[in-house]
């Protein structure tokens, strides 16, 4: 498939991040693809085609366009009529839910735990290309689909989290590790994981951005979260070491001195507060990793940090 426009479609549908748009980018979104849609028709593969049907399917629900939502359910109707499709059942049960159906919506899954469990192994097979090399992408299409079939599946939600880092969307495995903590509130290790993410989600954007106070301004507050998330794991367990070098490594940034060396950030009272807090924080961590790793001098510590 050579159609970029296509590819990009597709590449929202697969990552699900459509999930997480505004509400008027999601609106520009419904709008761009109900537009492309004659042309999909007469250029596309069929696979690319339903693949696109999917999207529109997801998007018109999202912006109450629940009419158009059910044509897209009824070409899959189409498609798979006389077959048992799992992808059409979950279709079915989210247009039901979203229309305020919620016995229908039940009714239209029809799974059983032993269709739960196949499901989730067919999601394992999909990790690996046939010469054993990881094929992220596909796996990670493969654990979406599966969440919306087991959304309360705390285990897959970390693992796709993992997966969305290693290709470098920071955003997406945050938000998965949001949805276990939904669920488990008190898993320090998981509040660790958020921290590293949204850490290595500053790293990310701090390449990007130049040496404005309008950038470090939008910077800071990135390397806010994820000192906040580290301190919350050590709230929890005053032990976890990982997560007290996250919070001297967040100390540690040289975004710290940028903010002190702006002249103009200097009088900004919530910059002020927190270049206060994070050099706090950070000294007080690096006393707790020297305790606990039993650390004799500082270039131990320095050692151990790096």
């Not at 050590?234 to 070098?245: D, P």
């Amino acid at each position: 498939m050579s159609d970029r426009v296509a590819q990009r479609f597709i590449q929202i549908l697969n990552t699900g991040s459509y999930a997480r748009f505004t509400p008027e980018k999601l609106h520009d979104l419904h709008q761009q693809v109900g537009k492309y849609l004659p042309t999909a028709q007469e250029t596309l593969e069929p696979l690319d085609l339903f693949d696109v049907y999917e999207l529109y399917f997801h998007v018109s629900l999202l912006t109450n366009h629940d009419v158009l939502a059910k044509s897209m359910l009824d070409r899959f109707n189409d498609e798979f009529s006389g077959k048992k499709s799992q992808k059409y059942q979950i279709l079915k049960s989210m247009y039901y839910e979203a229309t305020g159906k919620d016995k229908e919506a039940v009714d239209a899954l029809g799974l059983d735990q032993a269709e739960l469990r196949a499901s989730r192994r067919l999601a394992t097979f999909a990790k690996y290309k046939a010469d054993g090399s990881e094929n992220v992408p596909e796996y990670i299409k493969s654990l979406v689909f599966y969440l919306n079939i087991q959304p309360a599946d705390v285990v897959t939600w970390a693992e796709l989290a993992d997966q969305y880092a290693k290709i470098g969307h920071y955003d997406e495995a945050v938000f998965c590790v949001k949805e276990v903590l939904l669920h488990e509130p008190l898993a320090y290790n998981m509040f660790y994981k958020a921290g590293l993410y949204q850490f290595y989600r500053f790293l990310q954007q701090d390449k990007t951005k130049s040496e404005k106070d309008k950038d470090l301004l939008t910077l800071y507050p990135l390397l806010q979260e994820a000192r906040d998330s580290f301190l919350r794991a050590v709230e929890l367990s005053a032990t976890y070491t990982k997560a007290w070098v996250g919070v001297a490594a967040v100390g540690d940034s040289d975004i710290i001195k940028r903010l002190e060396d702006s002249k103009k950030l200097a009088s900004d009272s919530k910059v002020v507060k927190f270049v206060k807090e994070t050099i706090q924080t950070r000294e007080l961590a690096k006393l707790r990793v020297r305790e606990l790793e039993k650390l004799p001098t500082d270039a131990d510590l320095t050692q151990l940090l790096k």
